[in-house]
Structures are given as structure tokens and as C-alpha cells.
């Protein structure tokens, strides 16, 4: 079992572990170039990948063209077309607050996947080896061709793009322009070419790596993703900056995945066996848990813009408003038909869940990629808790009170580390939670689900599908006062503070850690709520319902649902859960393309504010030969005696 | 000559600069002086293109520039040192340099800038965000030697730094005008830029209210522009 192997043994699967790492290893370099160069780090990275992916296939296998051709189209197309394109994005959210960065980026990363699916198809496609397979062999160990290819390509990148940031003029520019573009320019060198420049590199690593990486996994846009997301491990080595220690970072991964999935091979436990395709999330978890956070230097912040206040109602009107809704929300089963009852229900589930992120993105500031890893701990909690007795309300509550201690956890790298890196943070532990324990016996089981009956309450038989549905309704109530008095208390004050100026905050003698650890608690409290409702509503709960994409679809739907408490996750859930039970949502072509309205939709709301700003010289311009209201007003100056 | 004819500009808040005309002739100093709010550093900015003016023109050398971007103004030799500290804060002294260089001069401006701030010499591959605000702002400055422009405009240099600093920095501007390199020099300390300029403007809530050489102003039109507004 866990006997020492030899070299030779060892031998093929360090090879295959130095080929794979060096895909990764160019993943990760195109990433960290485009961050270090824009400040936006590219949550999509992957996703540009799979499309490269895609496309190669289209022309290769489709159409039939020679591979060669087909590379260099693809490259062309996903490379250099869409970096520019991505470059144009990046320059819009230059001045963007980091939450809003991220939900470009994540909104183009839900968006791309669910294109890619809707035209291929979610089954994986197997993908012939298209460079020379003719094995070598060196030191007694055959080693393939397209391995050395591979390798020799991620060295000459690596290499390549070292000496050009140390080397020439327009590396350095390269460098400069994320920091300060104007004063880049006053010193004659165009930003735009070089933030061009930049995006187009990147996207081309991204799109060779998953051009190497089809032949190997088939093509399959989610496990394409997936294993990009491999590269962010290889990238925080680096510390997000620096290319020769992301490179080795991308080999030492490649390198560990295969060695020790061959050593752990023999064990029986799926925890042990899973260690191994999963070290790129311990890694990525274990630097920003101990990596000192000076050297983690969020990118591009400087000259970042602050979000638009949200406007404030009047009491009367949150109040009449808020009856009208509770008041819709009860006869909504008496006249919805039986069959859409249940996706009502989830509609509230969700809308708990959303509440949970909107408390903790919007109103704290902070943001969390993994969300639905708490809703899962709440529901797996709550079915065991059924199993073992727990009254039906009681369960509830330990759902909600485990879920806490998660929070807590993420909230670590939240204390630490704040903006991009407290999102990669979480969505790299989101996976992680996923991949390591959502099927072991402390979660959903080997079965992928767990039973979740629903309740008899106050005597009342509450297991129909209308019953249920208030139930959940008026658990729903509950959190929206939960949510409610958190605002209304000094911890919301404080929140808001925290969302506005950390500094000024602890200036103020508050303790922000204490304040960044409830407010993740509470969230994740919620989100154990909403994830046991969720489960009720099928009576079991699965696995699937808590995946990891879920967690990024709900940020991007929030993101264009305005930033509002209460109603926000409301309208998110809706949209999310509840618009596909009318009839032209309900269209099989509508559901397909659903993902990509919401990421375009959230991509929108991320860089409006920028647009405008690059538009507003033209607009000033018309307003003033219309006459400037401020130059109307202005009081007439005194002119001195001009002795010209 | 660099001219600015009748500009008008400002941002989404409002318009700042009113009809402004302004001309720096060759190998000459120009200070403009104001108070706060005047729109001097706005008019800099219009200068060096980094905000495009809504009315007006831009003449450089004969050559109508309005509308040009800051990178093309700069190849045609506008230098623009900005207000606070116009470094790359992440970047070493050495590839700041490299970057206010032409391309064709690039690793030899470490040398020539260490041959007016022997300092920025010695901490050549020191991050600039980590030297004091003095070397800081020579590291700036020196923009305006290894850029080789013809027009440098200087926007407060000697702000926040100590004054045998400020010393050091007026010779050497003194020197960038030995050199026939024309100077639009924004100054708080208002006597120093008089004894250095040929000419001066004074700009005040966004109209130029003097015109004139150094000799024809009088301590108290320089009182009255900074405080008369209100004053008379």
C-alpha cells in the first residue's frame, strides 16, 4: 500500500507531472500578466481557455482544416480578439471598485460557460492528440514529444516574458501602466497599446493552454475551467506578481497532483484520494492563509472610485411597498398553479441565500465566492440533524449555528486580506469544500444527497407543497427582520464603516476583525438557513444544488438586482429561480441561454460607470455650448486693473 | 511657442478655466501664479493633454496640437511634471527613468540623471515608492533633463519639501533654463518664481487677470490676486 516506489517507478509520473505543470504553468503566467498590467484579475482566465478550446475543436474537427491552421485561428480569434476585447473591459473597470471588478469578470466567466454549453453541449468530447506523440526515451524513462513541446514552450514563455519586463522599455511601461497611466503617457508612451498589448499576451497563453490541455481531459467547458483554476495555485506562488516563481509554482503543482495521486493511490478513503487532484486549493488556500500580506499588493486600487450611494425611501413608502409584497408573497399559492408551487418556495429559499451575500458584499463590503459551500453545510447539517431526531425547527437553527464556525474560517483570509484577494480566497475555498467533503459522511454521503423531510408544525401537516411554501415564507420574514435589525444596529453601522474606509474605521477605536468575523458568521448563518429551506423543497439534498457555479451565477445576478438590503435579493431570486416558470422562460433555447444573459447583465452594471467616464468629454462638451448652469451662476469676476 | 488660445475647460462639475489665453515664448520661463482654485493646475493638464479643453486651441511650435493625447504631446517634446510625485511608485529609480527617456536614449538616462541628482545615482535600483519625498521629486524632475523636451511645465515641485531642497531644485531649474529649455512654472513660494521667470501670468477663478513681466507686478497686485477677490 504505502510502500516506498522507486525512481523508476516514480519516473513517468514526474514527467507527465512536469508536462501538465507546465500548461499550467503558461495558464498562470498569461493571469498574473494581466492582473499585474490592469489590476483586474480575470476570474474568466479559464473560461477564455475553454472557449480556445472550443473554437480549435470547430475548425479542426468540424471543419476539417489541418491543426496548424486551426491553432493559429483559434488563437487568433480567442487570443487576439478577445484580449482586445477584454483589454476594452479592463479599461472600463480601471477606475472600478474591486466588488465590481470581480463581478465583471465573474459575470464573463458565467456568461462563457454558459455559451460554450448551449452550443456544444455540457457532454465531454473526446479530442485526438494533435502534437507528435513518438516517445523518447531519457534515462529510462519514454517520455513524449508533445511533452517536450509542451515544456520547451512554457521555458521559452517564461523566459521570454522575464527578460521583456526586465529588459525592454515597453515591459517596464508594461508594468507602470497599471499604476499610473496618465503620467505613463506624459512620458510618451501610449497606455492603450500597452494595456493592449498586455491583455492580448495573456489571452493567448490562456488560449494555448487549453488548446494543449483538450487532447488530455476531452473537451468539457467545466472541467476545462476547472482545471485552469489549477493555475491560480501556480499564481499565488508567484504572490499574483512574479513570473519565473509562477512558473516553477505551475511545475511544482503539475508535479505534486501526479506524484501524490500515485502514492496516495492505494488508500481506500475518497478524502485521501481526493488530496491529490485538490493540492492546487491547499496550496492557493495555504498562501493566503500565511503568506505575510504585504507581499500580496492588491493591484491597480489607487485610483479607485467609490460606488454610487444607493438612494434612500421614505419610511412610509418601504413600509407600503414592503405590505403589498408580503401581501402578494401569501396569495401567490392560491393562485399560482400547483405544479410552479414549489419553485416558489425556492425562489424564497434563494432569496435568503442572496440576502446572505447581499449583507455581507453590499453592505460590509467584502466579498464572498462561496456562498453556496455554507448553504451546503446547512443543509447537509440539517438532514443529519433530522436523522438523529431534531425537532423539525430545532434542526433548522443547528443548520444556520454550524454553517457560523465556516464563516468564521473564511473570514481568516477576510482579517488578512482584503478585495481581490479575499474573493480568490473564497472561491478557491468554496471548491475546496466541495471537492474535499461534499461527499464524505459529514456532508451529503457517497449517495450525493440527504434526506430532508418537511415539517409537522403546531400540529399542522405542513409536508404538502402549499403548506411548505409557508413555512418558508414566513422563515423568509424572519431573516428580512434578522437582516434588518443587523442594519439597524451599531454592528450595521459599523458595516457600512467597513464598507466605506477600513482605516477611518479602526481610527474610530472600533475593531474591525471582530466586526469582519460577525459579519461573515451572520451571512453564513443565513446562507445555512436558505440552503436547509432549499433542500425542503425537494425533500433531499443533493449534492448538485450546491455546486460551486451557483455561488458565482448568484453574485453576477445580484450585481444588476441594485444594492438594496432587502429588496435586491428578492429580485435576484426571482429572477434566478422563479422567471423560468413562465412560459417563455420556460422555452428549452431561453434556459439555455439564461447563464449568458446574466453575465452579460452583470458585465453591464460593472462598467457602465466607466463608460460613462470615458464618454463625459463629449457630453461636457455638448452641455457647455448649451450653456453650463455652473457658468450661469458663477458670480462675475473682478477684474483687476490689467496693466497689460 | 507653445500657445494656448482662448481654452475653456473643465470637468463634470463645472467649467474652471474661462477663455484663457496664455503663451510661453522660446527659452523663457513663464510663471504662473494664483490661488487656490485659480485653474492652474487644470490649464497644465490642458497643456500637456492629460484633459482635453472644450473651446479653444493648442499651438506648438507652430503646429495646431488641440485634441492630441498626452503621449503625442510628450514625443513632441511637452514635459509634464505633475503635482504630488509623478513616479512609479513599484518601479525602481533606475526603469522610472528608463521610462522619461526616449527610446533611443533609455539605459543611458540612468546615467545622465545621476549627473544633475548624484543620489538617484547611488539608489538606482531602490523602488521609488521607498525614497524620500525630496529624491521623489527629483526623481520627477528629472523627467525634464532625460526626456529632452522643449516645453517643461512644472506644477508645485517645490510642495512639501524642505527648503534646502527647494534650493536645490531652483538651480537646477535655473539650469534647465541655461539650457534654452522654456519653463510654465506653477509656484507657491511666488518671490522665487519671480526671480526666476521672464514673464507672468496670473490666473484667478479661472480668467487670466495679469499679464506682464516680473518687473511690472508689485508685491501688493500679487497680494490682491490671492486675497482680492474677496478683498475688494
Known sequence: ?644 | MLELRNITAGYDTGTVLHDVTLVVPDNAVVALLGPNGAGKTTLLRVASGLLRSRSGQMILDGVDVTGQQPFQLARRGVCHVPEGRGVFAALSVADNLRLQASARVDRAAVDEAASVFPRLGERRSQRAGTLSGGEQQMLALSHAYVGDPSYVLLDEVSMGLAPKIIDEIFDYLRQLAGQGISQLLVEQYVSRALELADYVYILNRGRITFAGEPQEISSETVLRSYLGALAS
Open chain 1, 1 to 644: 500500500m504505502w510502500g516506498v516506489p522507486s525512481v523508476n517507478d516514480l519516473g513517468p509520473v514526474i514527467v507527465t507531472g512536469i508536462s501538465d505543470g507546465a500548461v499550467y504553468a503558461i495558464c498562470a503566467l498569461g493571469l498574473v500578466l494581466t492582473y499585474k498590467t490592469s489590476g483586474v484579475f480575470n476570474f474568466a482566465h479559464g473560461a477564455v481557455a475553454a472557449a480556445s478550446a472550443y473554437v480549435f475543436y470547430q475548425f479542426r474537427d468540424r471543419d476539417h482544416m489541418p491543426w496548424g491552421l486551426a491553432a493559429v485561428l483559434a488563437l487568433l480569434v480567442v487570443g487576439v480578439i478577445g484580449g482586445l476585447l477584454l483589454e476594452r473591459m479592463s479599461y472600463a473597470l480601471a477606475e472600478a471598485p474591486t466588488v465590481m471588478r470581480v463581478v465583471a469578470t465573474v459575470g464573463l466567466l458565467v456568461g462563457l460557460d454558459s455559451l460554450l454549453t448551449a452550443i456544444y453541449g455540457a457532454s465531454t468530447i473526446a479530442f485526438k492528440n494533435f502534437l507528435p506523440q513518438s516517445p523518447t526515451r531519457v534515462g529510462g524513462v519514454n517520455i513524449a514529444a508533445s511533452d517536450f513541446i509542451t515544456l520547451a514552450l512554457a521555458i521559452v514563455a517564461t523566459v521570454g516574458l522575464y527578460l521583456f519586463f526586465k529588459r525592454s522599455r515597453l515591459g517596464v511601461a508594461m508594468q507602470a501602466v497599471v499604476d499610473d497611466p496618465d503620467l505613463l503617457s506624459m512620458q510618451g508612451i501610449s497606455p492603450v497599446v500597452v494595456r493592449r498589448l498586455a491583455w492580448t499576451i495573456g489571452s493567448c497563453f490562456a488560449s494555448v493552454s487549453g488548446m494543449l490541455l483538450a487532447p488530455e481531459i476531452g473537451i468539457n467547458v467545466s472541467y476545462l475551467i476547472l482545471l485552469i483554476i489549477v493555475a491560480y495555485g501556480a499564481a499565488a506562488i508567484g504572490l499574483f506578481s512574479n513570473l519565473p516563481l509562477t512558473f516553477a509554482g505551475g511545475i511544482i503543482i503539475g508535479v505534486g497532483i501526479n506524484v501524490l495521486g500515485q502514492e496516495l493511490s492505494g488508500s481506500h478513503s475518497i478524502a485521501i484520494l481526493s488530496l491529490a487532484p485538490n493540492l492546487p486549493f491547499l496550496v492557493l488556500f495555504a498562501v493566503m492563509l500565511f503568506v505575510p500580506s504585504r507581499l500580496l499588493i492588491e493591484q491597480g486600487v489607487r485610483r479607485v472610485r467609490r460606488l454610487r450611494p444607493m438612494p434612500t425611501f421614505k419610511p412610509q413608502t418601504v413600509g407600503v411597498s414592503m405590505a403589498c409584497f408580503a401581501l402578494l408573497a401569501i396569495i401567490v399559492p392560491l393562485v399560482a398553479p400547483a405544479y410552479d408551487i414549489n419553485d416558489y418556495t425556492a425562489g424564497l429559499a434563494f432569496a435568503v441565500l442572496f440576502m446572505s451575500l447581499a449583507l455581507l458584499t453590499w453592505t460590509s463590503g467584502q466579498i464572498s465566492l462561496c456562498q453556496m459551500a455554507f448553504a451546503a453545510v446547512g443543509a447537509s447539517t440539517f438532514g443529519h440533524a433530522l436523522a438523529a431526531g431534531f425537532p423539525w425547527l430545532l434542526a433548522l437553527l443547528v443548520a444556520g449555528l454550524i454553517a457560523m464556525p465556516m464563516g468564521a474560517l473564511v473570514a481568516i483570509p477576510a482579517i488578512r486580506l482584503s478585495g481581490i484577494y479575499l474573493a480568490i480566497a473564497t472561491f478557491g475555498f468554496g471548491i475546496l469544500v466541495e471537492r474535499l467533503f461534499f461527499t464524505s459522511f459529514l456532508m451529503f454521503g457517497n449517495q450525493y444527497a440527504i434526506r430532508t423531510p418537511r415539517p409537522h408544525l403546531l400540529g399542522l401537516n405542513l409536508t404538502g407543497d402549499k403548506g411548505y411554501y409557508y413555512v418558508t415564507l414566513s422563515l423568509t420574514a424572519l431573516c428580512c427582520v434578522l437582516v434588518l435589525l443587523v442594519r439597524r444596529s451599531r454592528l450595521g453601522r459599523l458595516l457600512r464603516g467597513l464598507a466605506d474606509s477600513p482605516t477611518a474605521l479602526a481610527a474610530h477605536g472600533a475593531n474591525t476583525t471582530i466586526t469582519r468575523v460577525f459579519v461573515f458568521c451572520i451571512s453564513a448563518f443565513l446562507a445555512g438557513i436558505g440552503g436547509a429551506l432549499l433542500a425542503g423543497v425537494t425533500q433531499s439534498g443533493s449534492e448538485a444544488t450546491y455546486d460551486f457555479s451557483v455561488s458565482l451565477a448568484m453574485i453576477a445576478v445580484l450585481a444588476f438586482c441594485w444594492r438594496l438590503p432587502i429588496l435586491s435579493p428578492f429580485i435576484a431570486a426571482f429572477l434566478y429561480q422563479v422567471l423560468q416558470v413562465y412560459p417563455f422562460f420556460r422555452d428549452a433555447t431561453v434556459l439555455k441561454y439564461d447563464g449568458v444573459a446574466f453575465g452579460i447583465l452583470a458585465i453591464g452594471v460593472a462598467v457602465w460607470p466607466g463608460l460613462g467616464s470615458i464618454r463625459s468629454s463629449g457630453r461636457a462638451q455638448e452641455r457647455d455650448q448649451r450653456g453650463s448652469p455652473v457658468l450661469a451662476r458663477s458670480a462675475p469676476v473682478h477684474r483687476e486693473k490689467v496693466l497689460t
